[in-house]
Each structure stands twice: as structure tokens, then as C-alpha cells.
């Protein structure tokens, strides 16, 4: 076998490996995991294998409270780290030839291709090769977790003897034997409830030791051999928290087996646990009624529907469409707001860092993506997600020290409690409550859905108001409200003094919710009323308080210059820039101490931009352009929610090549593997960011005067590119070529292109050139 | 029974626990632990024992590098924490009658009480009470481990039975099956390697998992029945790394059993891992022949060598004589000095929190302690330890970045590498490194010891120097030298820039190491040369270098005052007093977040003031004063290393109320455990505190212009109060009275007195009458 590259070989459609190597199965696991928002699982292998995997599963919203590992206890820290965790590993079919399974770690493999097929959402792989006892096979799989049914999943699974003959023992299980790879104290989560099995199937239900939590696991399948049903007698076999079923038969030269696998995962998320089993069973039922081609020809479909709506073509740059396609299947494969209790993880189903928990990356990277390529419920049913959280909000900012309802969001949560633990992080990084209230500003300005503010809204920005105006204090020195011992959106500054931009969005924050009461008080006079009673808000007195605040806030900045500082002490560090880093202390996170990263001037992420971004419209460009000019050349993007937001402001710049640089390292961050740590899972959640960067960015779309409004230009790698954009209630199609844009739409409405309005009818196709040559 | 006090009985030489209480009991184990630097124990219970009890036997030196527990892992953090480890429990002697053991948790008590003999060195007990079986017993037991010969342990036990006949076992026992309670991952730290045992005898060997630390146990007991000896015939018991022999014999009312418990520790510290059982069996063998009465009396020998030297007498006040005399008692018991491989642990031998380790607390507490009360091998010692940690400390510094030598020494070890895993501490809590260097001119200055410079120090000094010196960096915006993220004593700021002590003490500390180079170039010019080429220290070169620095040092100060700034955002903090404070709301650090205690104005522990209290005669009394008017108001004193310093400064400005308020703070901070918990160990480094408060505070105590110097006052809750301090080899005793100072010394010297010069002949006493009525 040739030498195997660790690069994803390009294409449209497809993420592919060509030549297995064990140093990166772990990465191609991650790269092509599966799953429909209910479920999903590392792209691991059926069949036995003993190399170097991380056998993943994940059911959306099933958590464990794992106790807290921690060196130093601070008081206020909580108690437990909530991590979404590894369940019933319900893909496995054990292949064994003559007492030698087939297991790619032992055996000589001739071929190996495994496919991520994102058009239809389907997971192949193929491999050949010679077992240590001398069979010669050839597989071919594929799999599936049900767009259309999302407790089902499929596996279709197909060997042929080359060569050898002799017994074949096939067993198909289910494993609830699992632990998660990040145990705090390697814990198993699970216990075995009940197993049983048939003929050619079998049940499994575990629990999780805390929560209760239910998992029924059914299985059923079927074997043919040389394309005829091949009738077997099932031998059960089990242990702890396992059952399988065997079949054991001959084999001889050129035999093929296909075995297909159907599997239905239910829990008391949805079902009561009495009925968990019949439930299994009934979609079981109707899963190998319909069989296993029209299961796949529905579940195709769905991702058919996504992709009319949600795809971006780009003509001119296979490594740009590969990768905008990967970043929108694996958002979609993630998160879809079918149900309103689950939010977005980090690493969705690809992997156990960050523990599958809620962060501020939903509110400000997530949102936008969803709120303007699906239906407008997703975006409401995340903002409601928090509404939902507002009392635990409120209880976390009373363990801290606050009061009257003041309202801290927390930064990593499965059931709207704290679970982080390092105190500059979990007790400071403090914006990320401004990152909240923004989204319901950017939801209600996409939308003009103001009666979400009445409904829900409002509340949500009183608490968050009210945490702001305690969190900060009248300095004596300054004259000015200060706001100490906080992490801004850049971690490599830690328990800073007036970070900017937490400053900004604290006093924005109290401002916004001020003018929503007065949209409220006029508006919606007794719904007011009754808010201000529940809220105990006195609207003359806070509005005082609130605006005093705001007007008499300290935000650094550098003396006559338009740089607003990072923070306060910002200009005394080192005045020096990335480009004097050797590359060999790159990335800073793993060749520097920390207190180095600290003291230094460099930037993991934007953060007074990440505030001119939010805000643009409070800034001239000039402002614009003097800030990125001097953070960009500090900035070293080591987090994945960085790049995007320099590459849109790079783009309203018309710094086009640094836009395209960061939309590249946005774009192919996993599928390139820019950081080496992919085998840990996608990063999910940056990847809204390269959506952002492409679409606000290169296609400068923005809602301004409450109407859509494009100004694309065309990178000049591309031939052109277009996407689509869903604006209340209708769907505008946008091409961006060399020479112009051309639009089209679901229905009339009235869109500014480069400051133009343009009147669409819906039906015909418009063409607008630009104005000037790109 | 009477409902039970907690409180310490007062008395003048003794600790005293009168009667029983669960509750309590970890309190009691650990201030009455006994130790002789080799060893030493918390004050459990020698018979079984099912109540509240922390069994703890730690073998100095002994550790284990515990697996670092932390939640989110920062580049640099060390891979182990290392702790001195619970080791074989040698003192039990399990006692059981017609198959009830005698057991005080489950007996009916009728009297109890607990002493600590703190002239003796011995820990006394005696109790009564009945089984639930209905026997009646009363019990009275010695026990010490001896100054003597400190391999050796006695326990003395006796029980009477009072009530009750029928058969009776008594196993005395060596239990190694323990572990440490702050284990991170509950692991047992040791392995069984041998045991054995004979009619009387039994030894145990174990070993420790990692590091090969081997401890060998030994006993040898006899039984008294009424006054004579009892034969009986011993039957061996064992268990996983536990050997007991058990006497089986009868009883009636009336009987006294006396069991005499001799037990060797003897350790591959000392010996050859072979030689192990020979040498504990000799010192058995010792301790057998010389008998329980005589060991007894050279124990309280060698204590009455030491009170004899360093007893501190105080009249009129018997809390402050009590407690003064326990701070002194517990740090002899913890560490004299005789094995150069041994520092002092935070918390002795009484708990296992702070693993045992060295501190700061050592050059900045203990050493002035050690220095002026024994002979000055001792401190010399301590300083040399820290010159063998020299080359770790470079490494460490290296680990972080630091070059050319450069040396950081670890905020927490115990072989020279870091053990500590907060990166505020660790990588920043950097001003311990002043501490060293500022206790080697300390050392000097007391003792004019100034070859040491040449031999060890000036080595030391270097390393120091260059870690200052690469630490800061110009402030383009300051137009001086700045010193980022760092936290200083103050442990309730963290990472902030310019902290005033640690950058004073950094300049002080290059301009000292010049000032030593200066000296070694003039009077040691051959040693010089050589150090310089060891070192690569160009002189001249280097001298500029560290002058420039230290002349252009950032030093953050109060405008249009004489108050210098903890760090340079202190004056945006809120500005209230600790009055202004709700009880309730104390302490702190139990009742804030620690975000809120970050960016609250409240102080720890001293940190302007102990720069001030370090470095006195740079500064005038005026700036002595408005700092301490400003700081002490704003101090918690939620350090136990806090209200000493406080002590001596508010002496000093003749604030005796103050001075005296936080004497009795730091004095009996343990005996009246103001933050409930001591049943975690005592504060052993802090004890030192104590006595630099009573010497230097209100004894003025200093060595000024060469010369002792006091300038003694008595507190006026005081008759008087006796204190001595070794000199240069002289040995000087001062009374201070209400009238006047009486003093003695052991030869010839001129000291200064109130600033007057005194010549003293070394054999009469004189009483110099104080100017100023008091």
C-alpha cells in the first residue's frame, strides 16, 4: 500500500480518506461524524476493531452531572461539570472468520476509502484486505442516523470472501458498556436496566447512575447471503450492559453477506419508561417494513430539502466549497430547533471536549446562522431557550453576591446551572451575558417579531441590565463607573480592569432594555404593566439609575487616536506584533506558560472588534479601520471564533485578501486540521462563523433601515458564489459574480443592494451590475 | 456528663481538653500533635476507635508525588503535587473485654481529659467510663516521641478495670494499610514489603509506590498486671500491611493492666534499605534496656534544653503565656534544624493540607525565628537548602520562558521543583523569590556571616537577580519599567500589573546582588572570579543592566501622599473599610465569590506593609504611618501570616492597642480557632509570627548599625514579660517591665537600649529604667 496522505481528499459533495492510517482514524472519526439532532456518533467502524479509536455515541440532551475535578476549590464554584455522554454503542457487528475477526488493526488492507457523503447525509466506507489467518475480504458499508425518523439508524453492511473458506460467526450488538473518554474520576455513567433478546433481535435499556436518564436501545437485522435471505438460528450472547445476537454459518470464495442493522434509541427524554421498549419496537416495526433502500431514498430527501434552501455554491474553488458545505452538514447534522430543550455543544456529536454544553457561542455566532437559513421558530426557539434559564440565571448571580433579580447567564450549561469551574472564566468572562441580550436585539431586528419582547424578551434583558448595573462602581479616582476583575472575549487576558468591550455591551445593554420598556410602555401598555408588577420594576427610578450608569461609563481608549483599548492597562505591554513571533512559539497555547500568554500583547480572539462588530453602526469607518489596523497585527486567531469576525470586518474594509485569509482558516480550521486537535471533535459552533464571513462578509448582507440589505463583491479566487437568505417569511437567492449580482426570491420585497432599493417580485430573476469593476 | 466546653482550658505550660465531645475531636488531635522534626502525629486515641478521628503519623521527608488534580490544565503546570505521607499507625494497641472493645465512641463516657504537656513533650489522657457490654473502666496514658533518640516513639498505657470480670485481649499494633485523607485520586501511597513477628515483637516494613521511600516499624511491648509483669503467650494477627500480636487473659474488678509500647521508625532517609529492621531492632533493643522512666526523663531533658533557651515568660496574662509558649513548643516540635534535607511544612506534623511542604513562609517568617533562638547553624541550614534547589530553580525558571540563568524558586516544593497548580499562584505569586534573597541578607546581617556570601549566596542571589531582571520591561506608555500580572502577598488580588512590594523587592534585589558583588570583588576577589565564570556574570555589563532598572522602576503611589499603591489599579477600588463590612459577610473567603474578593478593596494579608516591615529603614515614620493609617483598615487578616506584621508596625508607631489586639490574633489563632479549622492541622509557619511580635514588636528587637537593639515596651495588660536571643554566640536575656528593662547575657557585649549603647559584662544583670513612664 502507497504511503497515506492526512489530507481529505477535495470534492463538492464529499469529505473522503483514501488509505487508512491508525495516526489519524481518530481525526476521520471526528471529520465524519454522523447526526440528525437527536443523535449522532463518531464515523467508528462496525466490525471489531483493536487500533486506535475513540467509539463515540451521543444522545442529544442526555447528560451526566460529573463530579467536579478541580486543584484549588474557590468558593461559588459548582459542583458538578455536566458533559453530554457516550452511550449505547449500537452500531457494532463482530465479523469473524474461522475464530479471526475482521478487524483492520490486525489485518494487511489492500484498500480503504471512507466517505462522507453530505448531500444525503450517509457515511461509506470500503476497505480490502488480508486477515492474519489468510482470508482475503472486501467490505462495504454505509450508514445512516434517520433524518426523517431521528430514533432510527441504519447500517448497511456488506462483505465478500476473496478468498477462503471455512466458518463465519456474525453478531450484531448493542454495548452499553461505555465510559466517556473525559471522566473526571473514569466513571462509568451507565447501568444496565434490562437486555433481551430474539431470534434477530435484541433490547438493551441502561441508566444513567444520576438524573435518571433512560436509554432503550433495540436492534433487528437481517442476513442475506448472494443476494438471497439467508435463514440462521440467532445464538444470544451478553454481559454487563451488552447483548448480542451470533448466526453462525460457512463461507466459501466469492460469498457475499449483507447484513442489514436497524436500530431504534428512545428515551424518557421523550417517552415515559415504561413505554421505551414498545417504542423501540414500533419503529423497528416500521423501519424494516419500509426497508432499508426507502428508508435511505426519505432520509436523502430531507437533506435535499436543507440543502435547496441552505446550500452555498461556489464556483472557481473546490477547497472553499468543500469546506462551506462541510461547516453548513455539520451545523444541520447538529442542531436543527426540532426540539426546544437542547441547545448547541461546542463539539456537537464529534466529540466529549467542552461537555456538549451550552455557550455564548449559540447567542453569538449560532444565531445568525440559524435565523437566516430556516425558519425564523429555530432563532425564536433558541432565544427561548434562555428565557427558560432566567431563574437559574438569576440563582447563579445570587451565589456571587448579587441581588433584585440581577441575571447572570452562566458560561457553560446543560440545564441553565454553572458547571465551569476556573474562577477567571466561570466568575469573569462576564460578557458573555451581553452576548444574550444582543441576540434578542439582532433576532428582533431580523425579524421584527417584537412581540417576543413582551412575551419573553424583556424580562430576560432586565435581569441581564440589572446584573450590569451592580457589577460596576463609581471610582472615585476615575469620576466614572469602572468595571474590575473581568475576562473579555480574548481568554489570553484574564481578570482585566475595564475590558472594553464588556464595558460597551454592559452600558448598551442597559440603554437597550430601557428603550424596550418605553417600545413597551407605549405599545404594549398592560402587558407592561403587568411586567413591571412581576419584575418589581420601577421604570422612572431605574431608568436614572441605568442612564447614569451609561453616561458616565469608562471606556479606555488611546490617546488622540480613535483605538479603543482592550483594557485599561493594554498600552502597557510590549508594543509588539505577531509577525515578531518566531513560528516556532506558535500556537502560544502550547509553547508558552500561561503567564506569559497573559502578560503578553497578544489576542486569541477579537475582542474590541468582536464590539465594533456588534455595534458597527456606532462607529465611522475610520474608527473601524484604525482599531482593526492595530489589533489584527495582534492577534494570533488560536480561537476558532476568531477569524470570521476579522474577515468580515476586512471586508467592509476592502481588505480583501486578509478577508479571504480568514475566511480560508475559518472555513478549512478542521478539515485541515490547522491546530492539530481534531481528533477531539469539530469545532461545531465557529463553524456559523464561516457562514457569517461569507455571507456578511463577501456578500456585506445586512438588515439596516428594517429592510435586507447586500453589498457583495466577489473574492478573487471565485468565479462566483451564491447563498440564500430567509427574511420574514421570504427567501432571497443571491449570485455574486465578477461583474454584478443577480437575485432572486420566494415573494415581492423590497432589498438595498450597494445602497440601491431594489424591488423583487418574486418571480423573475434580477441582475444588478456593480458599479465598480471588481 | 456536663454539656462540653471547646475551649482550651487555660494554663501556663499545659493544653488542656476536659471532657469529650465528637465534635471537637479532630480540634484536639491536631493541637496537641506531638513531634521531634523526625517525626511526628496527630493526638488520636491508641485503643479502637470508631468516632470522628483523623489518624495521622507522618515521617519527615517522607512523600509521595501525588497525581496534580486541576479541572482545566494550563501549559506549565507541574505533572505531581507532592505530600508528606500518613505512614505506619505505630501507636495502637487495640483492647477488647469479653469481645467488647473498649471503644470511646461507643462507650458511656464519664470522664475525660486530654493533655499536652508542653514542658515534657508528653501527651497525656485519661478517661472512664463503661462499655456497652457494662464493664467499667478507667484508662490513663503517656505517650512522646523522643527528642533523644528521634527514631523512637513510647507509649505508656494503662487501664484499670473499675467494674466487670471475664476474658480480655490486648493487641498492640503497627496498621500501614492507610492513606492520606487529601489523597486526589484515593490512592494508598504505600506497599507492604515484609513483616514478621515474635511474642512480644513485631515489625512491618512498607514502601512507598513511587519515590522508594521505605519505612520500617518496630515494636516491642510488655504487660503489667497489678504492679508485676504478666508472661502470656503472644498470638500473631495480620493483614494486609498491618501486624498485631494479641495477650489473651483474664480479668476482675480491681485489675490494672499496664502496657509499655516501645516502637523504632526507621527509614531509608537515614539507613540502607537492608539495614532497615537491624537498626530499628537496636534502637529497641536501646530503649527496652534503658526503660520507659529513664526515656521519659532525657525526653524532658532535651525540652528543658530548649525552654531553657527560648521560653518566653509572660506575667500577668496568662492566654498570651499559654499561647506564646504553644507557638514555641509546636515549631521545635516541627523542625530543629538536625537534617539539612528538611524545611518546614505550613502545617507540621498536625494535617495534611499544603502537603507538607516549603513555603515563603520559611525565609520570611521562620528564619528570623531560628536565627535568634538557637544556634545559627540552624538558619544557615535553612539557607542552604535553598542553595541546593539552586539548578531546579533555573529549570523551573526556563519552564516559563526565562533564560541565561535566570531563577524562579517554586512557590511550593519539596525537592526544588514546583508542586503548586493555580497559575496565579504558580506561575505569578513571583515575590516569594524576594523572600529568599531577602532572607540571605538578613541572615548576613545578624550574623555578619559573611563568607556565605561567597560559598552559597551570591549564587543564589544571581539567579534571583536575572529573573527580576527579565520579568519587567519598558512601558513605551510609562516611560519606566513595569512588572505585569503578578500576584503579591496579598493573595486576594490576582494578576495584576505593578504590584508595589514585589517591585520593590525586585530592584531591591538586583541592587543588593551588586552591592554583594561589590563586596565579593573587594574582599574575596579569587572566589569572586570564579563565581563570575561559573556564572557568566559580566559585571560591568550586568550592573548597568540592573541599575538602570532599578533606578527606572515603576512604583504606582497615591497622588500628593505618602501612600504607595498595593498595584496600580488599586484606587479604582471601591473605597470602604473593613468596618463598613457586616459581620456575616466574614470571612470572606467563605462567604464571597472569589471574583468579589478579587475586585474588592479588602487585603489578606500585608503587602504593602510587609515591604514596608521588610525594608524599615527605607522609609521615615511618616510614610510608615499614613500607609499603616491606610492599609490596616482595609486588611481582613484572613492570612495567618497577616496580623504579626501588623503587630510589629502598629508597635512601632506606638499604636499598642492595635499592636496588642493583633498579638493575641496571631498568638492564639489556633488554641481558640477563630476560622474553625484547626481540626485540619495547625499553623505552624505563622507560629513564628507570634514570636516576631512579641520580640520585635513590642520587645523592638532589631540589629541596627551592626548592634542588638531593642527598644522594649510592655503591653498594658502585662506584668512582664522574659524573652532571650542569641547573638553571635552571646546569649541575651530581657526582661521588660512596667518601669524598665532588665537584661543578662551569657558574655560580653554592647548593645543598644531606647538608642542608648549598654556594655554588659556577662555576668550581671542590668536594669535600665525606662525615660517615658509606659
Known amino acids: 500500500m502507497n504511503p497515506i496522505s492526512d489530507l481529505v481528499v477535495r470534492d463538492p459533495w464529499r469529505i473522503i480518506q483514501r488509505g487508512y492510517s491508525d495516526e489519524n482514524n481518530r481525526k476521520y472519526e471526528s471529520l465524519m461524524a454522523i447526526g440528525n439532532g437527536h443523535m449522532g456518533q463518531r464515523a467508528t467502524f462496525e466490525e471489531d476493531f483493536t487500533g486506535s479509536t475513540h467509539s ?13 475535578r478541580v486543584g484549588w476549590w474557590k468558593n461559588g464554584y459548582p459542583e458538578y461539570f455536566a458533559k453530554v455522554i457516550n452511550s449505547t454503542n449500537w452500531i457494532g457487528i463482530s465479523i469473524v472468520l474461522n475464530d479471526e475477526p475482521v478487524d483492520l488493526n490486525t489485518m494487511k488492507i489492500d484498500s480503504f476509502e471512507r466517505t462522507l457523503d453530505m448531500k444525503t447525509g450517509i457515511l461509506h466506507r470500503r476497505f480490502s484486505g488480508t486477515l492474519p489467518s489468510g482470508e482475503k475480504v472486501e467490505v462495504k458499508t454505509k450508514r445512516f442516523v434517520s433524518m426523517e425518523n431521528r430514533e432510527l439508524g441504519v447500517v448497511d453492511y456488506e462483505i465478500k470472501i476473496l478468498d477462503g473458506e471455512g466458518k463465519i460467526h456474525i453478531k450484531p450488538y448493542l454495548d452499553g458498556d461505555i465510559m ?23 433490547y438493551l435499556e441502561i441508566q444513567t ?3 435518571d436518564y433512560h436509554l432503550g436501545s433495540a436492534m433487528k437485522f437481517s442476513i442475506e447471503k448472494n443476494g438471497s435471505d439467508l435463514p440462521f438460528t440467532g445464538h444470544q450472547e451478553t454481559a454487563k450492559k451488552f447483548i448480542g445476537v451470533q448466526a453462525n454459518k460457512t463461507f466459501e470464495p466469492g460469498d457475499v453477506f449483507r ?71 455539520q451545523l444541520y447534522q447538529t442542531y436543527n430547533g426540532h426540539d426546544p430543550r437542547l441547545n448547541i455543544g461546542p463539539k456537537g456529536f464529534t466529540g466529549e471536549k467542552y461537555g456538549g454544553s451550552t455557550y455564548w457561542d449559540t447567542e453569538a455566532y449560532c444565531l445568525p446562522f440559524y435565523m437566516a437559513t430556516t425558519d425564523q421558530k429555530v432563532a425564536h426557539t433558541l432565544l427561548v431557550y434562555r428565557y427558560k434559564h432566567l431563574q437559574k440565571a438569576i440563582e447563579n448571580a445570587e451565589k456571587l453576591g448579587f441581588k433584585n433579580g440581577a441575571a447572570l447567564y452562566p458560561m457553560v450549561t446543560m440545564n441553565g446551572e454553572e458547571c465551569h469551574n476556573e474562577w477567571e472564566i ?35 434583558l432586565v435581569g441581564i441590565a440589572r446584573f450590569w448595573a451592580q457589577r460596576v462602581h463609581w471610582s472615585e479616582a476615575k469620576q466614572q463607573y469602572v468595571m474590575l476583575g473581568v475576562t473579555g472575549p480574548n481568554e489570553y487576558e484574564n481578570n482585566v480592569n475595564n475590558n472594553w468591550y464588556t464595558n460597551y455591551i454592559a452600558a448598551w445593554c442597559m440603554r437597550y432594555t430601557l428603550e ?78 500561561w503567564d506569559r500568554i497573559l502578560r503578553s500583547p497578544f489576542i486569541k480572539q477579537a475582542d474590541v472588534l468582536q464590539g465594533i462588530y456588534f455595534f458597527e453602526d456606532h462607529f465611522t469607518q475610520e474608527e473601524l479601520k484604525a482599531n482593526f489596523d492595530y489589533y489584527e497585527p495582534r492577534t494570533v486567531h488560536e480561537s476558532s471564533l476568531s477569524p470570521c469576525i476579522h474577515s468580515v470586518l476586512a471586508s467592509k474594509l476592502g481588505y ?4 479571504y485569509e480568514m475566511f480560508l482558516r475559518t472555513s478549512r480550521l478542521d478539515l485541515d486540521d490547522y491546530n492539530r486537535e481534531v481528533h477531539e471533535g469539530l469545532h461545531i459552533t465557529s463553524m456559523a462563523g464561516t457562514w457569517i464571513a461569507l455571507v456578511q462578509g463577501f456578500g456585506g448582507m445586512r438588515v439596516e433601515n428594517d429592510r435586507l440589505t447586500f453589498r457583495p463583491y466577489l473574492p ?31 415573494a415581492p420585497i423590497t432589498i438595498a443592494v450597494w445602497g440601491e432599493l431594489i424591488d423583487l417580485d418574486g418571480t423573475q430573476r434580477t441582475v444588478i451590475k456593480s458599479k465598480t469593476a471588481v
Request: aromatic share 12%; with cysteine; hydrophobic share 35%.
Open 56 to 68: 463515540g455515541s451521543y444522545m442529544a440532551g442526555i447528560y451526566f452531572p460529573d463530579k467536579t
Open 180 to 202: 466517556n473518554e473525559d471522566s473526571n474520576y473514569e466513571v462509568k455513567f451507565w447501568e444496565e436496566v434490562k437486555k433481551n433478546a430474539g431470534n434477530n433481535e435484541a
Open 209 to 211: 447512575k444520576k438524573l
Open 259 to 329: 447484513i442489514q442493522k436497524w436500530v431504534a434509541n428512545c428515551t424518557n427524554r421523550d417517552h415515559r419508561v415504561e413505554d421505551l421498549e414498545q417504542k423501540c419496537h414500533d419503529v423497528l416495526a416500521w423501519a424494516h417494513s419500509t426497508g432499508t433502500e426507502a428508508l435511505e431514498k426519505t432520509h436523502a430527501e430531507r437533506w435535499a430539502q436543507i440543502w435547496k434552501d441552505c446550500d452555498i455554491v461556489i464556483e472557481g474553488d473546490m477547497d472553499a466549497q468543500q469546506a462551506i458545505r462541510f461547516n453548513i452538514f
Open 426 to 460: 466561570t466568575f469573569e468572562e462576564i460578557h458573555r451575558n451581553g452576548a444574550i441580550a444582543y441576540a434578542i436585539y439582532n433576532y428582533v431586528k431580523h425579524t421584527q417579531d417584537k412581540v417576543y419582547l413582551a412575551e419573553y424578551g424583556f424580562e430576560v
Open 516 to 593: 424596550v420598556a418605553n417600545y413597551l410602555k407605549e405599545e404594549h401598555p398592560n402587558e407592561f404593566k403587568t411586567l413591571c408588577q412581576k419584575l418589581n420594576f420601577d421604570f422612572p427610578k431605574t431608568e436614572k439609575g441605568w442612564m447614569h450608569i451609561s453616561d458616565h461609563m469608562h471606556y479606555p481608549k488611546m490617546q488622540d487616536s480613535d483605538i479603543y483599548l482592550q483594557q485599561e492597562g493594554y498600552l502597557d505591554k510590549e508594543n509588539i506584533t505577531v509577525n515578531e513571533l518566531p513560528v516556532s512559539e506558535r500556537p502560544l497555547n502550547q509553547k508558552w506558560s
Open 656 to 659: 480583501r485578501e486578509k478577508a
Open 716 to 746: 478573487k479566487e471565485w468565479k462566483s458564489y451564491t447563498f440564500s437568505i430567509v427574511f420574514r417569511g421570504v427567501r432571497v437567492h443571491v449570485t455574486s459574480r465578477k461583474d454584478g449580482v443577480e437575485l432572486s426570491t420566494s
